[in-house]
């Protein structure tokens, strides 16, 4: 292969690959977001067939952002104080030992709703790390020329997740009961572990002086200030996690309540915003440049909204689902460009710290979940999509 071939494909997604550190790191993220989109399906439809309540399952979705509200900031300078390998096998072992329990208690026939909800509240902490201890490392390790091209292939992996996720969950949720899901969970949990321990990378960015935590989360927030490109692209990411993204905890409420399926085709449908965005991933990585990446930034977040109202107008389940295949599209520019942008746009040294502000930013979607798990046992789950896409 020629000098010039050897740098093309170093800079392009497959290249990126051919770090194994990167790999690890790619791979302990693709089975947590595994993990994740097949537990936020089984625990909705948990949660709504012992309740009937869409606000609880709204709920659901709610906690897992709680701690980037509340901790997003603090671990983001955490992240520069702790080996990130470290932090990151922390986070994996704390989700993996909450799922583990809602095993034990699903086959002694225990379970509960509170149950759930705590469950919920402990993932979104390892959730909210996420960005500032993973995503900075994958940084640090393919550098900031190919962190676009990273972010594309850590998208997908969330977005291919999102297809597998939801399937997986309400296949074993109909054929083998709950239980059987969270068991699956820990398995992939300790996959998970297994990779990230097997890391050779090692933080780049050594924490010096005795400043205080608060002093360094001031001292974020003082960059972000000072830049317009940040003030602007957190402020996108608040207005798609208040609007936006809440309607995806109305997706079983409707699937069920309104399409009349059952499980297994609720995990189906569930899954169609996964495909979706894991084809826009794919496009992504192999089309944009960066210059591109602030108008697929926003371009992303506008179709998104528009195709939300669509899915929720529409009677049909086929059509329900290719409306989620084309939000999901849409929405995968949104999600690569969030972090991508934040890290590009952050000093070497602030971001680990900066990630952690948009864990915070993210962090506002509770507001969202209330706002939507309210309007809904009001006024109906497509009433309530409808209301917030509009919003």
Not at 81 to 86: D, P, V, W
Not at 309 to 338: D, K
Not at 373 to 387: E, K, R, T
């Amino acid at each position: 292969m020629s000098s010039s071939l050897a740098a093309r494909f170093a800079r392009s997604p497959a290249g990126a690959f051919a770090n194994a550190d990167f790999f690890r790191l790619w791979y302990a993220g693709l089975t947590v977001f595994m993990v994740r989109w097949m537990e936020t399906l089984v625990m909705a439809v948990f949660v709504y067939q012992r309740t009937g309540s869409a606000f609880l399952v709204a709920m659901t979705q709610m906690l897992r952002l709680v701690p980037m509200g509340l901790l997003g900031a603090f671990l983001g300078v955490a992240a520069d104080r702790i080996e990130r390998r470290t932090a990151l096998a922390i986070s994996t072992v704390m989700m993996g030992g909450s799922s583990g329990a809602l095993a034990m208690l699903a086959w002694a026939g225990h379970l509960e709703v509170w149950h759930i909800m705590i469950a919920c509240f402990i993932n979104g902490i390892g959730w909210a790390a996420d960005n500032p201890v993973r995503r900075v490392a994958i940084g640090e390790v393919v550098g900031a020329e190919r962190m676009g091209a990273a972010m594309s292939l850590d998208v997908a992996a969330n977005n291919g997740s999102r297809m597998l996720g939801p399937t997986a969950g309400g296949l074993l949720l109909a054929s083998a009961g709950i239980a059987s899901v969270f068991t699956l969970s820990v398995a992939l949990y300790v996959t998970s572990l297994i990779a990230t321990l097997l890391l050779r990378y090692r933080n780049q960015h050594a924490i010096s002086g005795r400043i205080s935590v608060l002093a360094r989360i001031a001292e974020g927030l003082a960059v972000v200030r000072q830049d317009k490109r940040l003030i602007g692209t957190l402020t996108v990411t608040i207005i798609y996690n208040v609007f936006a993204w809440p309607f995806t905890a109305m997706v079983p409420v409707i699937a069920q309540g309104n399409l009349h399926l059952d499980d297994a085709n609720t995990g189906l449908l569930q899954s169609m915003d996964g495909i979706g965005a894991f084809l826009g991933a794919i496009a992504i990585a192999l089309v944009a440049r960066r210059t591109h990446f602030r108008t697929v930034y926003i371009s992303g977040v506008l179709s998104y909204m528009v195709m939300i109202i669509v899915f929720a107008l529409l009677p049909n389940p086929v059509a329900a689902g290719v409306a989620l295949l084309a939000e999901g599209f849409g929405g995968s520019g949104f999600s690569i460009m969030q972090a991508t942008l934040v890290y590009l746009f952050a000093p070497a040294e602030m971001r680990s710290r900066m990630l952690g502000v948009l864990s915070v930013c993210i962090g506002f979607g509770p507001i969202g979940f209330i706002n939507i798990g309210l309007m809904a046992d009001w006024l109906g789950a497509p009433a309530a999509v409808v209301v917030t896409g509009i919003e």
